[in-house]
């Protein structure tokens, strides 16, 4: 019975005891092949996109107003003579004066986390922070107060993407790390969600 | 004597009736006003807002203290809200729903305009609806559709084509009387006289700004882009004329 194991062993030594161009050219053939086969799967896809800033609860709630901070991305637009507000990203709005429209002027920054829109009646100020639908006074612009919160009036988990960003890839959002009051630019490894 | 006292008491009664209407303005003078992109729109004593899928409605007549009276599903990807008198219209990914709110705390259903996939702001008059379609992956499904769409709504239970405008990218609109303005993204804005809504004319066309959102008031309008503010003076449509700017990022 011919064992197939002692054939195999006799051709290497007789491979082994050809001469060196022969190994070579052995050699040089099989890690092409390692190569060949390996290149595919060891690649990751890279891209530029976004992921999601996170706070905690007490961090969401932290609604007050401060001095005028620097634009960043601006959404939507509110406005109630005397004054503007514009929507910028997920931190809040910023307050312009514009009792002379020839010369509107940024006076302050009333900072809500998550939100991405307002509506004013009398003084007070509806926004969404987050899950809730909060009524703010704005008496004073310059030193507000909560005076309300409807709690869970959002569900949250619909609007877990960036918004006004066309194509964009971004980490997917994950609520148990907190709530998504931000978004901020990083390379992303293979990522799974799109907007 | 008596056709005097008569002449008063009729008199009494003509001013008492219009007062009544006046304290409606008068509160409805205490609200600001959002653009066509807003999600919040407060009417009187109440606050309809719209959540992805539903639209809610808030009782605030204590004003510090919403109180959630109706919430009813209308579709999904809701994007705007618009309200024109005892309706509002709802912008969503698939298309427009209009409700009647004649009965404020309780919107109802009355009808749709579907199309395909994509987002639109909606502005109206008595008789005419004006959507925009554009294209870009925020909208969920990717299409190369970027148009304004005129509806009659004449008969508000049958929103009707009537007409279809070509953009580069429209977003948000807005009514100046029978002027339309909408905002075409990176390419400006656009003027259009919509007195005769079978078919608009172009008016006017200030391109160089990146405008997403318009508020009109009075003869201005407020447009702003991500990264600015600007102010015009529509008295006269056809020359929009330049108030101010403002360099949002830098300031």
Not at chain 1, 104 to 114: D, M
């Amino acid at each position: 019975m011919r064992d197939d194991g002692a054939i195999h062993r006799s051709l290497l030594k007789k491979i082994y005891k050809k001469d060196n161009l022969m190994k070579k050219i052995l050699l040089l053939v099989g890690l092409l092949g390692f190569f060949a086969c390996n290149q595919n799967d060891e690649v990751d896809t890279v891209i530029n996109g976004l992921k999601p800033v996170y706070a905690t609860l007490p961090e969401l709630q932290n609604i007050y107003a401060g001095p005028p901070i620097a634009t960043e991305s601006l959404g939507k637009i509110y406005a109630k003579p005397p004054y503007i507000y514009l929507n910028d990203g997920l931190k809040g709005v910023h307050v312009v004066d514009n009792s002379d429209p020839s010369n509107p002027v940024k006076v302050g920054f009333i900072h809500i986390p998550a939100n991405t829109d307002i509506a004013i009646k009398d003084n007070i100020m509806y926004a969404d922070n987050g899950p809730d639908l909060i009524a703010i006074d704005i008496s004073d612009p310059m030193n507000v107060e909560v005076v309300s919160r409807a709690t869970n009036t959002y569900d949250v988990t619909n609007r877990a993407y960036p918004i006004l960003a066309d194509g964009v890839y971004f980490e997917c959002v994950d609520p148990t790390k907190g709530f998504v009051i931000g978004w901020e630019e990083t390379s992303l490894e293979n990522p799974k969600c799109r907007r | 004597m008596r056709n005097y006292i008569s002449f008063i008491l009729f008199s009494i009664v003509f001013i008492w009736g219009g007062c009544a209407k006046d304290d409606a303005s008068v509160s409805e003078s205490n609200t600001g006003q959002g653009g066509s992109l807003a999600q919040f729109s407060i009417v009187e004593n109440y606050l309809y807002v719209v959540d992805n899928e539903d639209l809610k409605v808030f009782d605030i007549t204590q004003t510090n203290q919403p109180t959630l009276i109706n919430e009813q599903q209308v579709g999904f990807g809701i994007e705007t809200l618009f309200r024109h008198k005892d309706h509002l219209f709802i912008g969503s990914e698939s298309g427009m729903f209009i409700y009647n709110i004649s009965n404020k705390a309780q919107p109802v259903f009355i009808s749709d305009y579907q199309h395909i996939e994509s987002c639109d702001p909606v502005v109206a008059n008595d008789s005419v609806a004006f959507v925009t379609l554009r294209s870009g992956r925020q909208c969920r499904f990717t299409n190369d559709l970027n148009v304004l769409d005129v509806l009659d709504i004449s008969d508000i239970n049958n929103p009707q084509p009537i007409g279809s405008y070509f953009f580069d990218n429209p977003h948000g609109l807005g009514l100046v009387d029978s002027m339309l303005v909408v905002c075409d993204g990176e390419s400006g804005f656009r003027v259009l006289n919509a007195k005769n809504p079978q078919q608009l004319e172009f008016v006017a066309e200030i391109s160089g700004l990146h405008v997403n959102d318009v508020i009109p008031q009075g003869n201005r309008i407020m447009l702003v882009g991500p990264e600015n503010l600007y102010q015009y003076d529509l008295s006269n449509p056809y020359d929009p004329q330049l108030i101010s700017t403002i360099d949002i990022l830098n300031f």
